[in-house]
């Protein structure tokens, strides 16, 4: 008790003495370090005697809790006031706060002030679980700041160190020239667990049911001297443990029945990567790229940075590689036409390997999808009726040659051959290591181990500043902005909202247990204390606006869409569906070029590319501008130096050819995320785009579709409208005040295979294209008022004259009512 308690007063003197004694002498908190002891410890606990004075415009206080009264407050880490002010998610004038392992004393030292303080009724169960203090918007209760808990963490693979960000509580996903991988930190909790009735947690997504499910809800926080009600002596020693497992190459085999060279043993590394990892407190330790630092009753668990985002999977010597099997059914009289010809298959997607482990599910789980929009009240959301216990799509195109090199088939063949290639198969494709797996983290107290919160190591999040939970609230606040209006795939249901199970399948290597159970349905709720009944409205903070700004690596900030997923995925086990990563793509660029071609499947993660491609039947939802998705080298804004876009690719362009009207795009059956990655241009920028500029640019092209000429519908979900040029026009603190959107409706019956005229080299970005016929040309702008505006104020839009080859004039939209423009 003595070593903690001396341990967390040295950081507090220490701070005091760095720039904090006048901030928190403020709020009259000013402690004589040189007191006695207990003189000293008093004066943390007893009142702040004109905390009823704090101004509540403060950034420091102003989502304090309400009932907040001490500098330090037993048990309870919301209403303490230097805990807050240092651990909160707000700007602290240019003063540098502690460390997480700092913070993780206080925290000790908090509740072990509270350790005399009667438990609650019932059994209380040691757990591990990701936790994180956030501002008052983000938390389950939204009434004050607050600690938030989760058993599922989520943590990203990337290609620079981790930088943790304490104004914004987060770790940093981009470095300038490359994704960061990210982390997330889990404590040890005692915890009792309570049903979903507000009375006893408040829950950040409820679900149907909730009531009747069981929640974890800590008490009190354990560490190295803490005491266990009941126990007769304090806890002497804990060591955090890891284990993860990595093995989606194996699943593609397995699955898929395809065959490997005899030389390679598929129970081995790259097949199967697995991390075993122990380390005591106060020390780091790792093993195949996952790393853990332990403070005491807390940890910091994610990957380690890697040299490259995707690379060729190696056994020693050789190239994991597989044989591809042939396209199967249907034959080709049946296969389609256009952009989508010979599409139709039970194990190919476009150009990729489609790896279903059944193909009956496969084929129920199209045809709701295909009805989704017709019966929404019915398929929406879409029914999980296909689990994946392999990667939905794998790479096969880059040929393995006798010799060892590697042929890049989408970059050497001609249209006809290139397709009939991949058809035959009977061809061996080479493999590859994106470094995604499924974990789990938990303790040992004493030698006896706790429950286990449930890591997630998985892709890199375009939008750092963006999460699920924003788009989703903002899509129930009118029945016009509903999900199923905007994105004709996918949409921002987060995972937080999920209600399935941790992998099954992981078990604690040191004694062959389980690690998850098939009753652990709540893994992915986030939770806060319960909110009572007498806290009302006028007892909370008076504060105007608390944008969420969760950070990433809680549940709220993933995806609950699972078709394959982003995030996570999902498969199932005697009956019972559990969350996996193992069924996301091999590697997972290849999920992201068909999801994010998809309207951005996952749209707080990932860029919207579906003007990018044109798939039939699948609009933008929320456009990326035109200099996002890059100008290629031989539309009218572009230049032979020209850079591709985010995802390795160039957007699209108007294109007259022999005098008819048409847009040149990119190929999704050519396109390769997968080699981009290996160019280094796939996920070569992030955005800096919040969660309310995307709405903003949903709401822009909802308020266009509305008001011009109707193509198919003027829902956005539905239009057959298809955005070629979208721009904006900002004002001098470069907030966006205009949208420009220029569309047409396109031919996909009569695609066209092109090739670049200044682009030279067949591997080169923007070489091969597609080109078809387009009509009904249409200009459409609106602007809004003011900077924190959410909906458009005013829309206009003009149509393209062909004869005279330019727009007619502006012709003002209708105001809507029902969407408060």
Same mark, same amino acid.
């Given at each position: ?45 007893? *009142? ?140 040890? +909790? ?91 407190? &106060?020390?780091? &330790? ?16 994610? *990957? ?63 045809? +709701? ?13 879409? *029914? ?83 999460d699920e939970e924003d788009l989703q609230v903002w899509s129930q606040t009118l029945p016009l902005r509903a999900a199923s209006h905007r994105f004709k795939e996918g949409g921002p249901a987060p995972l937080s909202a999920g209600r399935f199970v941790p992998n099954l399948l992981l078990k604690d290597p040191w004694s062959g247990e389980p ?196 193509? &198919? ?52 970005? &923007? ?55």
């Amino acid at each position: 008790m003595i070593d903690i308690e001396t341990r967390a007063l040295d950081v507090l003197r220490k701070w005091f003495a760095a720039g904090w004694a006048p901030v928190f002498a403020r709020f009259n908190i000013e402690p004589d370090f040189n007191a006695p002891l207990d003189v000293l410890r008093d004066s943390l606990l007893q *009142p702040v005697a004109t905390l009823a004075r704090i101004d509540r415009d403060d950034p420091l206080v102003s989502d304090l809790a309400p009932d907040a009264h001490a500098a330090l407050c037993p048990n309870d880490p919301a209403k303490s006031i230097i805990y807050h002010v240092w651990a909160g998610a707000h700007p602290t004038r240019g003063l540098e706060r502690p460390s997480l392992d700092a913070l993780d004393v206080i925290e000790n030292y908090i509740y072990l002030l509270g350790e005399r303080e009667p438990a609650p009724d019932g059994p209380l169960v040691p757990m591990v679980l990701a936790y994180a203090y956030r501002n008052r918007a983000a938390t389950a209760h939204r009434r004050h700041a607050d600690m938030v808990y989760s058993r599922v963490a989520i943590t990203r693979v990337g290609t620079r160190d981790a930088r943790f960000v304490p104004a914004e509580q987060t770790w940093e996903s981009w470095a300038g020239d490359g994704f960061r991988v990210t982390r997330a930190r889990v404590g040890l +909790f005692l915890c009792r667990i309570v049903d979903g009735v507000p009375a006893h947690v408040s829950v950040l997504d409820t679900v149907h049911g909730d009531a009747r499910r069981s929640f974890v809800l800590p008490v009190r926080k354990l560490f190295e001297g803490a005491r266990v009600p009941g126990s007769a002596s304090p806890v002497r020693s804990i060591r955090f443990r890891g284990y993860f497992l990595g093995d989606k190459l194996k699943r593609v085999i397995d699955v898929s029945g395809a065959s490997v060279p005899p030389t390679l043993d598929v129970t081995r590394a790259p097949f199967v990567n697995e991390a075993r990892i122990e380390v005591p407190t &106060g020390a780091s &330790g790792g093993d195949a790229g996952i790393e853990l630092d332990v403070f005491d009753g807390a940890c910091i668990v994610g *990957p380690r940075p890697r040299a490259q985002l995707v690379s060729i999977a190696m056994q020693e010597e050789q190239i994991a590689r597989f044989t591809v099997p042939p396209r199967e059914w249907p034959p080709s009289l049946l296969r389609g036409h256009g952009i989508d010809a010979g599409n139709l298959s039970l194990n190919r997607h476009y150009t990729s390997l489609q790896v279903p482990s059944s193909k009956t599910r496969l084929v129920l789980e199209t045809a +709701f999808a295909q009805l989704e929009h017709v019966l929404p009240d019915v398929l929406d959301p879409l *029914p999980k009726v296909r689990p994946r216990a392999a990667p939905e799509y794998a790479n096969i195109r880059h040929r393995v040659e006798p010799d060892g090199r590697i042929t890049v088939l989408g970059n050497t063949l001609p249209a006809g051959e290139y397709e009939a290639v991949l058809d035959a198969g009977g061809f061996e494709a080479a493999m590859f290591d994106d470094g995604v797996m499924d974990g789990a983290v938990w303790a040992v107290i004493d030698g006896v181990p706790s429950s286990a919160a449930f890591v997630l190591v998985t892709a890199p999040d375009f939008f750092p500043r963006a999460d699920e939970e924003d788009l989703q609230v903002w899509s129930q606040t009118l029945p016009l902005r509903a999900a199923s209006h905007r994105f004709k795939e996918g949409g921002p249901a987060p995972l937080s909202a999920g209600r399935f199970v941790p992998n099954l399948l992981l078990k604690d290597p040191w004694s062959g247990e389980p690690l998850f159970a098939s009753t652990d349905n709540t893994v992915a709720a986030l939770v806060s204390r319960p909110v009572k009944s007498a806290d009302d409205a006028s007892d909370a903070p008076k504060a105007a606006h608390f944008p969420r700004r969760a950070g990433g690596f809680l549940a709220d900030s993933a995806s609950n869409e699972f078709a394959p997923g982003w995030d996570v995925s999902y498969d199932e086990l005697n009956g019972t569906y559990y969350y996996t990563t193992h069924g996301l793509g091999s590697p997972f660029p290849e999920d992201v070029k068909f999801c994010a071609s998809a309207n951005a499947y996952w749209p707080a993660a990932s860029p919207d590319a579906a003007r990018t491609f044109e798939r039939p039947g699948i609009p933008s939802a929320i456009p990326m501008l035109d200099d996002e998705l890059g100008f290629h080298p031989d539309s009218p804004h572009g230049a032979p130096d020209s850079k591709p876009g985010w995802d390795g690719e160039f957007g699209p362009f108007f294109q007259m050819r022999d005098g008819v009207a048409g847009v040149n795009s990119a190929d999704i059956r050519r396109s390769d995320y997968v080699y981009n990655a290996t160019q280094h241009t796939f996920a070569s920028r992030v955005f800096d785009l919040s969660s309310e500029e995307l709405i903003r640019r949903m709401e822009a092209l909802r308020a266009c579709i509305g008001v011009i000429p109707k193509a &198919g519908s003027e829902m956005p979900s539905l239009t057959q409208y298809w955005i070629v040029r979208a721009s904006v026009v900002r004002n001098a603190e470069a907030d966006a005040t205009h949208y420009t959107f220029e569309l047409c409706v396109p031919d996909n019956d009569h695609v066209q295979p092109v090739m670049s005229d200044i682009v030279s080299s067949a591997a080169a970005a &923007g070489y091969w294209r597609l080109w078809r016929p387009v009509s009904k040309r249409i200009k459409a702008e609106c602007r809004f008022d003011g900077v924190d505006d959410l909906v458009p104020r005013a829309v206009r839009y003009a149509s393209y004259d062909e004869t005279i080859g330019a727009y007619g004039a502006w012709q003002e939209g209708e105001r809507d009512e029902r969407s408060n423009m």
